[in-house]
């Protein structure tokens, strides 16, 4: 995937954690991403682009999304091929077979245990979808 993702790397509590920069992080409490031991946790993804603006369509913002959880799992020693669960976050899931599709180009060799659930919105006005990852390194 080509666009960039920065994302910096400390180690905390026994766990490594993968910070984005943004200002919600420390505001909220969270990590972009954490790896305990084997396991990595991707928080709730959005499609922006670097420069922070949202793309256009729910496919667009699907695939930025998953370009951020592949980054953020690379930044903790996983592999996309490690990811065992995602979670996607619609506002119209009539919107599927774009977000699918995009999922899909991801994971389809991969096929971890997934949902799909429309929600009436997210923290962003203009986001369309949000995406977790659950990854286990061997």
Do not use: C
Not at 32 to 55: C, H, K
Not at 76 to 88: A, D, S
């Amino acid at each position: 995937m080509a666009s960039e993702v920065a994302l910096s790397v400390e180690r905390r509590h026994g766990r490594t954690h993968a910070s984005s920069g943004s200002p919600w992080e420390p505001k909220m409490g969270y990590s972009r991403a954490v790896r305990a031991g084997q396991w990595i946790a991707v928080s709730g993804t959005v499609g922006r682009d670097p420069e922070g603006s949202y793309l256009p369509t729910a496919g667009e913002q699907t695939r930025r999304a998953l370009e951020i959880v592949r980054a953020s799992i690379e930044a903790l020693g996983g592999r996309i091929e490690h990811v065992v669960r995602t979670r996607v976050y619609a506002i119209d899931v009539s919107q599927w077979e774009e977000i699918a599709a995009a999922h899909g180009a991801v994971f389809g060799a991969i096929r971890p245990a997934t949902a799909l659930v429309e929600v009436r919105r997210l923290i962003d006005a203009e986001a369309l979808v949000e995406v977790e990852a659950d990854a286990l390194v061997p």
